[in-house]
């Protein structure tokens, strides 16, 4: 029970870093239940964006393939001391407004559903569609300890 408890605060401190940082709000603003923003996402494709978290405990990567006038997918995979652990992991991409301007924040015009949960290896893949002409932008965030490590990509592929 106790093992339930820590789990559950821990992603709760994950939903709060979420919410701190506007995140879910946007995401509930613009996100579809289903549509054609919405892409059929895999962790794989040409890679267009990958950071580590200067912890070592995570990494954040964003691929790209020209399927449905572009598609991108977002993946947060566990590193170091936490490849194979269960944790509080999450991952979410967003299509930008913009076209240029890479590493400058998002203005989100549709975002992926978020995948979260405690998870051994990785979260996702969530995606979106149409982005051949836009950027993306990515956050991902890890729970171990008691922290939360998260990374957000900024405008990525312009």
């Given at each position: ?5 820590r ?5 709760l401190?994950?939903?709060?870093v ?6 879910v ?12 923003s919405?892409?059929?996402a895999?962790?794989s494709?040409?890679?267009s ?21 572009g598609?991108?997918s977002a993946?947060?995979y ?7 652990v269960?944790a509080?992991?999450s ?12 590493g ?6 549709v ?19 149409k ?13 171990l300890?008691?922290?939360v490590?998260?990374l957000?990509s900024?405008?990525?592929g312009?």
């Amino acid at each position: 029970m106790r093992k339930i408890a820590r789990s559950m605060g821990s992603m709760l401190a994950v939903v709060g870093v979420l919410l701190t940082t506007g995140g879910v709000a946007a995401a509930s603003a613009s996100e579809p239940s289903e549509g054609p923003s919405l892409a059929a996402a895999s962790c794989s494709g040409t890679v267009s964006y990958s950071e580590t978290l200067p912890s070592g405990l995570g990494e954040l990567t964003i691929y790209y393939n020209s399927s449905e006038g572009g598609t991108n997918s977002a993946c947060f995979y566990h590193r170091g001391s936490t490849y194979g652990v269960a944790a509080p992991t999450s991952v979410q991409i967003h299509r930008c407004m913009e076209s240029s301007g890479e590493g400058r924040p998002c203005t989100i015009d549709v975002s992926s559903r978020t995948d979260s949960g405690n998870f051994q290896y990785y979260a996702g893949p969530v995606g979106v569609n149409k982005t051949s002409n836009r950027c993306v932008s990515a956050v991902g965030h890890i729970a171990l300890g008691g922290r939360v490590y998260g990374l957000d990509s900024g405008r990525q592929g312009c």
